[in-house]
């Protein structure tokens, strides 16, 4: 809210009174009002992103002082930062120059593009398409910031945005990794002169595994001991006591393990 007494420039003659206008104070009540950018880049940038309307004008009685309201609206597409100048003018003759610093910050990322890969050395690809902000075809730029992993390649870099209505514009994101065991981030802009699209990008690697091949070391036939353990025991004493004759090994083949008692009589 600004409070201002119209003054009549030194180079202009002071202009009669008229209708509308309050003699003593010569206070108009009619204003106009404009945004005065410094180059075509700023005007470009914020033509379609700032808006100025007047919302009300008070008058005091006593003092004849004129209130203005304005409204400002700033919704850009991309990150700026201008200095741009609100111009008021009396029909008076009066005029009042408002410096106005404009910027917008860089926006959270549109979205997420996760890519998987094949295998270390080896490319894949996820495309997307965009479409132009505006009725025609848009020049624009495709690039990582910086501080991104350097295995991430777009393509194209550059060309055109087809309008809404056509196939559009396809983007491709390419992970090339080289290292098993880390995560792969970068931020991918795509901008235009007055538009702008933000996205993260993950590269994920497949799990490693050891290669498996065949022992060069003979490995022994004999059981693991804890297989030995899992089988069932024998008594062999018992197992022996139910022998009647020797086994076919033994040097006394066939020779009867007990002997039986003759009584004389």
Do not use: C
């Amino acid at each position: 809210l600004t409070r201002l007494r119209a003054v009549t420039p030194l180079d202009k003659q002071r202009q009669a009174v008229q209708d509308g206008v309050f003699t003593g104070h010569a206070l108009a009540e009619e204003f106009s009002y404009k945004i005065e950018f410094p180059n075509a880049e700023s005007r470009q940038q914020l033509e379609q992103a700032l808006a100025v309307s007047l919302v009300r004008k008070e008058r005091d009685p006593h003092t004849g002082l004129v209130v203005l309201v304005f409204n400002l609206v700033f919704s850009p597409f991309r990150p700026l930062s201008h200095l741009v100048t609100l111009t008021v003018t009396a029909a008076t003759g009066g005029v009042w120059s408002f410096p106005l610093a404009v910027r917008a910050s860089e926006p959270p990322p549109d979205d997420v593009i996760t890519v998987e890969a094949a295998g270390l050395g080896k490319g894949s690809t996820v495309s997307f398409v965009l479409f132009s902000h505006s009725r025609h075809a848009t020049p624009f730029q495709a690039f990582f910031v910086a501080g991104s992993d350097n295995v991430f390649a777009v393509t194209p870099e550059s060309g055109e945005l087809q309008p809404q209505g056509t196939h559009g514009t396809r983007l491709s994101v390419t992970f090339t990794p080289n290292m098993y065991g880390r995560s792969y981030k970068a931020r991918l802009v795509v901008q235009t002169l007055d538009m702008q699209w933000t996205y993260d990008v993950k590269g994920g690697t497949p799990e490693y595994r050891v290669p498996k091949a065949p022992s060069a070391i003979l490995t022994s036939t004999l059981a693991h001991p804890r297989v030995l353990a899992q089988r069932p025991r024998v008594n062999y004493i018992r197992k022996n006591m139910k022998l009647r004759a020797t086994a076919v090994s033994s040097p006394i083949k066939g020779h009867p393990l007990f002997q039986k008692h003759v009584e004389s009589l």
